[in-house]
């Protein structure tokens, strides 16, 4: 499944950039994640809860950056095991455009699919819960990278 | 004497035998929750099993770590293929000629796979010990669509057939391939096409679905070390034949197997087969020296024990201007999944789908199905019917339907233009089989007065005219089905199961007090054999139905049988215990001609005993007669009053029917209504009509479940997306429309009763039934044919695609 959305935050590209590669702000916006642990510059595993339908599990995972064209776009990609309720792997497009000096247009791609015991009873609930996820994911992430450069300012 | 006082009506009514509306004997322990099922056995000691089973549907398995599950209070054992491997286990031979996995063996081909079974004190602790199981699987590429299965770059699924170009029924054309059989003669066929004024080509689709009983599959197996005994309960339709497999893989002699085969809450097909959690249950039993339980859960029947149908057959019919029919052609993709475990009998990979000509005078057909793997559950079962029986009605039922569009002829009239006529019978169809007996114009035309079917076109044509004008925005459907069916598997000419001749047998015994016991090699799962198998002794041998006692199920006690399914247990076992009835009766003849100082032949039977003929004072009870084989029997006889018959029938028996749907769909939102749905079935001899009503009921009903949908559906990764009953569609009585019933008789003419089976019929007409009354509906707005499963949503779809919707 795929789904495309955008979202304009108040803050310079190079603040969103810096917040889209540090590991404790995507700890923050990961809907439902426990832990996230860098392991390297692009590496790192988590721990996540995930809840679709009926099913709810926790997944350990790894999520990866690859692609990187600082500071334009990358692709974040994760894929955890969730033992007998299954397992789940997903990845985002993500871009960077200036809009003005202050302010920055994120623009994803995300595709996401899970298999096993989840996709089995929550079929029908895989595609709006996908979306939701990933809006808030975008929502949140938004809030505090457009933060991070209003304390970036005040700081200086 | 007192039976003299009664009528002859009185005498009869007495005995509760054939035609008597028998209530159901077996629902006294039923309806007060006596009913003994596998799942009520509890043994001392017994362990519990569970399956660790695969979340993916197409992977490698790196490696599978036991370790943290066995730490896990309360388990005990943790099983893999490589344990089986020791007792030769980890893959075990289909019915199909195949060989299947047990537990995966370095690969799992399908989702929800068994991978490994954990065994414990209790069903909880089996759980956690599953949960606790750490497998690393590496994905590989998923085959879900059997469209691509032959493509060059498709995945190889079988590594073990890797360079076996010979299957089980012939070669096999490409790594995914499992079969072609083909039927029916080539060249006369296509030169019918080709001289053909008319033609239609569909490819009409039978979607995958599950018999789904309300009783899943489960086993107990208790290995006893000492006496080397292998005992087990299982939701067995045949049996027999699981001892016999086991015997044969196991290699426990087959005496030292007991197979029992308690109360079945539903079979529907899905309980023929041998799946892992039998063997799996028996080599744990045997590893722990204790019982061992298996019970599956909901979601692991409907992902794991055997589908049913996932026919995509392309149609061809060649007719002329008129309407007369001159030749027809199918092919079939059929999908079987990970391993061919298809249940049919041995030399039939695609059962008797070459039953496709249906009701109809073809005078030429040919017919080839390809069978091929893919990444889904194995099986392909006869749900509800008798070996591809329903998917061949709906092929040909549908195609009729397609060509009546294409001809701008009315079904009914098509049909009835077609039909093979009473005259030709015992009628010898394009494709090889012998029909017995038919009187397809009567029932045709009953079904059509009935339900005033010139009436319903008018209405329906006065609709359509509403719709046009814009005022309303519903469609009326008139579906039309004229089935015939193949049942009663088999004659030893051409049917066996691993060799074993398809025949079945009744074992009678009759007590000095005129009650007996009769034992009988088929097993009901609900179709209420206690109830008529009592009725055929009554009828035969004058002993009330109430003092026979039935029994199925015991491998020790029941004498050899090869089960219930495809409707088989009236045309086959019924047959037998009509002939079994009759040698006892031919020894009571003597024992009585012996008490009335009479020559036998100078005797009749007359309802319930034995009549000097012309003396009517002179007779000898069949109760008196009973009394007399335990004490005064003739010089030189053998005392007791028993007999074994094991019936090979000559022919199968066919079964016919006309279903009509009166069915309305709001175009704008999909839902469906049916209006009314009348069934006449003609099953030859009736011996209980209530019970052939209900089974026409639960038919009728799972045949609307199928129709408007219920499906097995996976998404492109493989995964099993109705996996539940939150999505699998099983109608409540809330969703069931009202089923008018109706009949005619045509006695199977080489049946010692004249009886055919009906258990199936209702599936088998009812399918086609309802999805021709979709068709139907929408053809005005220029739809040829609309796949399966008619659900709202799909109405909806194809009102959209029609451009119906405003």
């Given at each position: 499944m795929d789904m495309n959305g955008s979202e304009r935050i108040e803050a310079p590209v190079e603040v969103v950039w810096r917040a889209l590669n540090d590991a404790e702000i995507l700890r923050q916006c990961?809907?439902?994640?426990e832990r996230l642990d860098k392991a390297s510059d692009t590496e790192m595993s988590a721990t996540v809860v995930l809840k679709i339908g009926p099913v709810k599990a926790r997944f350990e995972g790894a999520v990866e950056l690859s692609?990187?064209?600082?500071?334009h776009s990358y692709t974040i990609s994760g894929e955890g095991k969730g033992g007998l309720v299954g397992f789940a792997k997903g990845g985002a497009d993500v871009s960077l455009t200036a809009d003005g000096p202050q302010a920055t247009i994120l623009t994803y791609t995300v595709k996401a699919d899970v298999g096993g015991k989840i996709a089995q009873l929550g079929s029908r609930l895989i595609d709006s819960t996908a979306k939701k996820l990933a809006a808030e994911f975008f929502s949140v992430f938004g809030e505090k990278a457009a933060g991070h450069a209003l304390a970036a300012t005040d700081a200086g | 004497m007192n039976d003299m006082t009664l009528t002859k009506e009185q005498r009869e009514a007495r005995?509760?035998?054939?035609g008597c509306k028998r209530k159901r004997v077996e629902d006294i322990r039923f309806t007060q929750g006596r009913g003994n099922y596998v799942d009520d056995v509890k043994l001392p000691g017994m362990l519990h099993g569970d399956f660790v089973r695969s979340p993916h549907p197409h992977a490698r398995i790196r490696s599978i770590n036991k370790d943290a599950a066995l730490k896990v209070?309360?388990?005990l054992a943790v099983l893999t293929a490589d344990d089986l491997k020791g007792v030769n286990l980890a893959w075990m031979p289909t019915l199909a000629g195949d060989v299947q996995m047990v537990l995966a063996d370095g690969k799992?081909?399908?989702?929800?796979?068994?991978v490994a079974f954990v065994v414990a004190t209790d069903r909880y602790a089996a759980d956690d010990g599953v949960n606790a199981v750490e497998v690393d699987y590496e994905p590989l590429p998923v085959l879900v669509d059997p469209f691509k299965s032959?493509?060059?770059?498709?995945?190889?699924?079988?590594?073990?057939?890797?360079?076996?170009?010979?299957?089980a029924h012939g070669p096999r054309k490409h790594h995914n391939h499992i079969f072609e059989w083909t039927v029916g003669d080539r060249d006369l066929t296509d030169a019918a096409f080709r001289k053909a004024e008319v033609t239609i080509k569909e490819m009409i689709s039978y979607h995958r679905t599950h018999p789904s009983p309300l009783e899943t599959c489960q086993s107990v197996c208790s290995f006893d070390k000492i006496k080397g005994e292998l005992t087990i309960w299982g939701t067995f339709q045949a049996p027999h034949v699981i001892r016999t497999v086991v015997a044969l893989i196991s290699k426990i002699p087959e005496h030292k197997i007991h197979v029992i085969a308690p109360?079945?809450?539903?079979?529907?097909?899905?309980?023929?087969g041998a799946y892992p959690g039998y063997i799996c249950s028996a080599v744990a039993s045997i590893v722990t020296g204790r019982p061992v339980k298996w019970v599956e859960d909901r979601i692991e029947n409907l992902t794991s024990t055997s589908f049913a149908r996932d026919y995509h057959m392309t149609t061809e019919i060649a007719a002329t201007k008129e309407g007369k029919v001159t030749g027809l052609r199918v092919h079939v993709l059929a999908d079987h999944g990970a391993?061919?475990?298809?249940?049919?009998?041995?030399?039939w990979p695609a059962g008797f789908?070459?039953?496709?000509?249906?009701s109809y005078d073809f005078p030429t057909a040919h017919l080839a199905v390809d069978g091929v793997y893919t990444n889904k559950a194995p099986g392909g079962v006869a749900y509800r019917c008798s070996f591809r029986v329903t998917e061949a009605a709906y092929c040909i039922e549908r195609g009729m339907d397609i060509l009546a569009q294409k001809l701008g002829m009315d079904p009914a009239e098509l049909r009835l233009k077609n039909f093979v006529r009473?005259?030709?019978?015992?009628y010898q169809s394009a494709l090889g089989w012998e029909y017995d007996s038919g009187d397809y114009h009567t029932a045709m035309r009953k079904a059509m007065e009935t339900v005033q079917y010139e009436d319903l076109r008018k209405e329906q044509a006065a609709k359509r005219e509403a719709f046009r004008r814009g005022e309303t925005r519903e469609i009326m459907g008139v579906g039309i089905s004229f089935f015939t069916e193949i049942v009663g598997a088999g004659p030893s000419k051409n049917c066996d199961i691993l060799g074993i001749a398809m025949f079945d047998s009744c074992e009678i015994r009759l007590h000095p007090t005129g009650a007996g016991i009769a034992r009988v090699g088929s097993k009901s799962q609900g179709q209420g054999h206690e109830t008529t198998w009592a009725q055929i002794i009554a009828t035969e041998?004058?002993?009330?139905?109430?003092?026979i006692m039935v029994e199925e199920g015991n491998t020790d006690t029941a004498p050899y049988g090869l089960g219930t399914?495809?409707?088989r247990s009236t045309p086959v076992a019924g047959a037998a215990i009509a002939m079994a009835a009759r040698k006892i009766r031919a020894k009571a003849q003597m024992i009585a001609a012996y008490l009335l100082e009479v020559?036998?032949?100078d005797l009749e039977f007359d309802i319930d005993g034995f009549r000097v003929k012309g003396l009517p004072e002179r007779f000898k009870s069949m109760k008196e007669i009973c009394w007399a084989a335990y004490n005064?029997?003739?010089?030189?006889m053998e005392p007791g009053l028993e007999a074994v018959s094991y019936y090979d029938p000559p022919n199968m028996t066919y079964p016919f029917g006309a279903y009509i749907c009166v069915m309305d769909i709001?175009?704008?939102?999909?839902v469906y209504k049916v209006r009314r749905f009348y069934a006449l079935d003609d099953?030859?001899?009736?011996?209980?009509p209530m019970i052939i009503e209900g089974q026409v009921h639960g038919g009728l009903t799972e045949a609307f479940a199928i129709a408007m949908g219920q499906e097995i559906r996976y998404d492109d990764n493989g995964n099993?997306?109705?996996?539940s009953l939150m999505d699998f569609f099983l109608p409540t009585a809330v969703e069931t429309p009202h089923w008018e019933t109706d009949f005619t008789v045509t006695p199977s003419p080489h049946h010692p009763i004249g009886a055919k089976g009906v258990g199936e019929s209702p599936n088998v007409g009812g399918v086609p039934a309802f999805s021709n009354a979709v068709n139907d509906a929408f053809?005005?707005?220029?739809?040829t044919h609309i796949q399966m499963p008619h659900d709202f949503w799909r109405n909806w779809q194809a009102a959209k695609t029609l451009g119906a919707l405003g």
């Open positions: 990961i809907p439902g994640c692609n990187l064209d600082p500071p | 005995l509760e035998g054939m209070p309360g388990v799992v081909l399908f989702q929800n796979q068994e032959m493509d060059a770059d498709a995945p190889v699924l079988r590594e073990d057939l890797e360079g076996k170009m010979t299957g109360d079945i809450g539903g079979g529907f097909g899905n309980k023929v391993f061919d475990a298809c249940a049919d009998p041995s030399k789908f070459n039953i496709v000509t249906g009473p005259e030709q019978f015992p041998l004058g002993i009330p139905a109430d003092d399914y495809g409707s020559h036998e032949g005064s029997i003739p010089p030189g709001d175009v704008d939102t999909g099953c030859g001899t009736r011996i209980n099993v997306v109705t996996g053809s005005f707005l220029g739809s």
